[in-house]
T-cell receptor, first 115, second 111 residues
Framework: KAGVTQTPRYLIKTRGQQVTLSCSPI?????VSWYQQTPGQGLQFLFE???????NKGNFPGRFSGRQFSNSRSEMNVSTLELGDSALYLC??????????????FGEGSWLTVV | TQLLEQSPQFLSIQEGENLTVYCNSS?????LQWYRQEPGEGPVLLVT?????EVKKLKRLTFQFGDARKDSSLHITAAQPGDTGLYLC???????????FGSGTKLNVKP
């Protein structure tokens, strides 16, 4: 079956702009979680959505937001971009919630460069 | 401070050598997962360990979950250049209801 699909793969934005990233989970998976990966901080959890509700949230400012649609597809939005937001943004899906120990599967990520 | 501490951070070895990567925490995890990530790509799941004391083998890779479910190890036998990559452990903590990643171990296997 198809894996987790993220779009776009690469994008360049200017400081102060906003960006929306998209994630299509594996069919049948109801949980979508988002992560930021940078060389300095490693992989950090942003938030998780399950059945259109945000269930868990990491320690990121309110500029980072997301939503999930009824078909489980999810979007992540970052407003007022800063240079430090340049990172690989990864989406992962799982059948159940991440706190239940369900296996999560990652997409290939969206590379965001803020200039 | 990372909830999951991985060691070593970097490992450069010759083809054919054995190695072990450790993932430790003071918290109890419902399960731990190991991933391998190549540059510019998303992490790819290698294994999930769920039961304390569990040992899983995947060809030359052996994964162990500690009895207390606070730590895990990944052992690679006769490493090959194709094993090169970033190895990450990750898990859902009972206490904090969030998903955490270790800092990662960068492995380079030289031919």
């Amino acid at each position: 079956k198809a894996g987790v699909t993220q779009t776009p793969r690469y994008l360049i934005k200017t400081r102060g702009q906003q960006v929306t990233l998209s994630c299509s989970p594996i069919s049948g998976h109801r949980s979508v979680s988002w992560y930021q990966q940078t060389p300095g901080q490693g992989l950090q959890f942003l938030f998780e959505y399950f059945s259109e509700t945000q269930r868990n949230k990491g320690n990121f400012p309110g500029r980072f937001s997301g939503r999930q649609f009824s078909n489980s597809r999810s979007e992540m939005n970052v407003s007022t971009l800063e240079l430090g937001d340049s990172a690989l943004y990864l989406c992962a899906s799982s059948r159940g919630g991440i706190e239940s120990g369900n296996t999560i599967y990652f997409g290939e990520g969206s590379w965001l460069t803020v200039v | 401070t990372q909830l999951l501490e991985q060691s070593p951070q970097f490992l450069s070895i010759q083809e054919g050598e054995n190695l072990t990567v450790y993932c430790n925490s003071s918290s109890v995890f419902s399960s731990l997962q190991w991933y391998r990530q190549e540059p510019g790509e998303g992490p790819v799941l290698l294994v999930t360990v769920v039961t304390g004391g569990e040992v899983k083998k995947l060809k030359r890779l052996t994964f162990q979950f500690g009895d207390a479910r606070k730590d895990s190890s990944l052992h690679i036998t006769a490493a090959q250049p194709g094993d090169t990559g970033l190895y990450l452990c990750a898990g859902a903590s009972y206490n904090f209801n969030k998903f955490y990643f270790g800092s990662g171990t960068k492995l380079n296997v030289k031919p």
